[in-house]
């Protein structure tokens, strides 16, 4: 009797551009401590927030959907407080804590200071501040818009052919979690609707719209709980890379219609920081910025220092400031796609180089950013932090 010997088990490794490509770019090497090697990073600031605004976005349009609140503003206090502490407990299940100084977690029952400056719970801190700002000034113009929200979406490729041999499997899988799809009609189009009336003023999207034969789109939404970018910056293109990403995916549904754009909203320009607002002007001193400040804006910007008190910049600025329209064409999705496949390759090849004996370090690309390296958890072994002042320690 002859036993057959069981075939080594098939995986096809799944990335997502958010959780690895992006994370990858950033510094291949803390992409390798965080996601290979499942090590969270101890102060998770921007995951925090971007897990907060995209949880209080998806439970306010519920609330709005199930006509609890269709009126638009709501009160912070007594509307939007209590789906915070929702959002709140959920990620404190998850062991995300929200970082000082961001977030009150306590209500007018806490007689003690905890965290917070003083005892006057709970405190409309800058998290809630903008979430307030993002529900009242995007909320009303788009939960009408809303067809699905947070879209689960997947789809495979082939690896590259000089990647057979090393590769792990002839194929990959893309993954991805689309915040908002909605489905519009150019002979039905909702008015006096914001997000519509940015979408009709970019001119590359309407001349690719009169071209196509089909009056039923969709446009998929993203939120990111960041400022926006300077257009010299990686993220600019990431952005946009991770909008062609989805829609490539999103086409491969049987029930998608044509995906025509992208919106992303950046949630932090509803509510800018004194750091958001440096690194603006400097934008604006190196014409690095697709929007730039007009009037009484730009004369309170110019006067404005570093350390001082915010200026109360236009609603028009902020919103302007806060969405970007991406135009979705076939062109551009195949130079995303060829893009993810040769990033793909890239950590396939350090996978292998680390499973055939090579040390970590000298299998993973880092990045010495200082503004990577200081919220590092790694930086103390790091072959080359920036900048040059952490000492080295056993990791």
């Known amino acids: 009797m002859y036993l057959i010997k069981r075939s080594k088990p098939f995986m096809i490794p799944e990335y997502s551009l958010t959780g690895d490509l992006l994370s990858y770019l950033s510094c291949g090497l803390q992409y390798r401590y965080h996601n290979k090697g499942s090590l969270p990073p101890s102060i998770p600031v921007q995951l925090w927030f971007g897990q907060f605004i995209h949880s209080v976005m998806e439970e306010s ?62 405190h409309k801190l800058i998290a809630s501040r903008r979430a307030e700002a993002a529900i009242n000034t995007w909320g009303k113009h788009l939960f009408p818009l809303i067809d699905e929200a947070e879209i689960k979406l997947k789809g495979t490729r082939p690896l ?99 995906v025509i754009a992208g919106i992303i909203f950046y949630i932090n320009e509803l509510e800018p920081s004194g750091e958001n607002l ?25 006067k404005w220092r570093y350390g001082k008190e915010i200026p109360k910049l236009s609603d028009s600025l902020k919103e302007e400031r806060s969405i970007r329209v991406i135009p979705i064409t076939p062109e551009k999705i195949s130079h995303s796609l060829k893009m993810f496949d040769e990033l793909v390759g890239e950590i396939e090849m350090c996978v292998y180089m680390e499973s055939m004996g090579r040390g970590i370090t000298s299998s993973w690309r880092y990045n010495p950013i200082e503004r990577n390296c200081t919220v590092c958890d790694f930086k103390t072994f790091c072959p080359d932090p920036k900048p040059h002042k952490y000492n080295p320690t056993v990791p």
Request: aromatic share 12%; net charge negative; glycine share 4%.
């Open 61 to 122: 349009y519920l609330v709005w959907r199930d006509k609890e609140r269709k009126t638009f503003p709501w009160d912070w206090k007594t509307e939007i407080r209590e789906i915070e502490i929702e959002i709140h407990t959920r990620l404190m299940a998850q062991g995300l804590s929200a970082p000082l100084n961001l977030f009150c977690p306590y209500d007018e029952k806490k007689t003690t200071k905890g965290l917070c400056k003083d005892t006057n719970h709970p």
């Open 160 to 258: 590259h052919k000089d990647l057979e041999k090393i590769a792990r499997s002839q194929y990959y899988g893309i993954k991805g979690i689309v915040d908002v799809i909605s489905s519009v009609s150019m002979r039905n189009m909702p008015k006096n609707n914001l997000i519509m009336d940015y979408l009709l003023q970019n001119y590359d999207l309407i001349k690719y719209i009169r071209d196509l034969d089909t009056y039923e789109y969709e446009i998929i939404i993203d939120y990111k709980g960041m400022a926006r970018p300077s257009i010299e910056e990686d993220s600019w293109k990431h952005h946009e890379w991770q909008i062609l990403t989805y829609a490539w995916l999103r086409s491969k549904q049987p029930d998608a219609k044509k």
């Open 278 to 302: 440096y690194d603006f002007k400097e934008q604006i001193k190196n014409n690095s910025t697709d929007i730039v400040p007009k009037g009484s804006d730009y004369e309170f910007l110019e």
